[in-house]
């Protein structure tokens, strides 16, 4: 959410025993989609939910700074208009340059500002202490995930190590638009993530690239 040296990209339920909120994350590498040298696998079968990989996109700083990469999955059926409705989801976030972990609730918090309102805000407030808590600081390569079961809540993991999860469909709801939203952290990056139809990749082969705007294989 913020640059590689900390500057902001412009554009309470009670913590459970993480034991007791880990969910289950099992994928499926039969067929992956790359972009900029980094691959995301098809789908991921979470507590039950299959989630299959809709896009993949680009975050550029200043137009020619590669920031991160990101992926965006999809509970099978569901459609990229659906995606603050109370349906699985899972974006997937891999990191091109070191970012502390303090920085991403501030930069966070400064898109999700633009894109609810002021009592939204209030009510989600102890809520989103408790994951700007749980963020730890990344180095390149590394990769965090934000993975909404209904039911369940937003679990977010680093590196595929689960941190916490959040509890309530509103949370997800607002949570992703940070990313996804009207005023997202990037549009252009919103566009690649929301262009695809659930379905568009699911007959790329492994070893399949998949562009910023299109997927092509090769």
């Known amino acids: 959410m913020c640059n590689m040296k900390g500057r902001y990209l412009k554009p309470r339920h009670a913590a459970l025993p993480l ?14 989609a790359e972009i900029e040298g980094v691959s995301f696998p098809a ?5 039950g939910s299959r989630l299959d990989l809709t896009c993949v996109g680009l975050l550029r700083y200043k137009l020619f700074i590669k920031a991160y990469v990101a992926a965006l999955y999809l509970g099978s059926g569901a459609r990229s ?3 603050f409705d109370d349906v699985p989801r899972r974006l997937e976030l891999s990191y ?11 930069a966070g918090e400064q898109i999700l500002e633009q894109n609810v309102d002021a009592s939204t805000l209030a009510r989600l407030r102890p809520r989103l202490d408790q994951i700007n808590a749980l963020y730890e600081s990344v180095k390149p390569g590394d990769r965090y995930s934000l993975t909404y079961i209904p039911g369940r809540g937003t679990e977010l993991a680093l590196n595929g190590q689960p941190k916490g999860i ?6 997800a709801a607002a949570y992703f638009r940070i990313w996804l939203g009207e005023r997202p952290i990037d549009t252009a990056l919103r566009d690649q993530l929301l262009k695809c139809s659930p379905t568009a990749l699911s007959a790329v082969e492994p070893g399949a ?3 910023a705007a299109e997927v092509r294989t090769r």
């Not at 034991?19 to 992956?32: D, E, G, N, V, W």
């Open 19 to 32: 034991a007791a909120l880990i969910i289950s994350i099992a994928s499926t590498p039969t067929r992956a």
């Open 43 to 47: 789908r991921y079968e979470v507590a």
């Open 81 to 83: 208009q659906d995606v």
């Open 96 to 106: 091109f340059w070191s970012i502390n972990g303090a920085d991403f609730g501030k």
């Open 166 to 171: 959040v509890e309530g469909a509103d949370f």
């Open 209 to 211: 690239v998949v562009g």
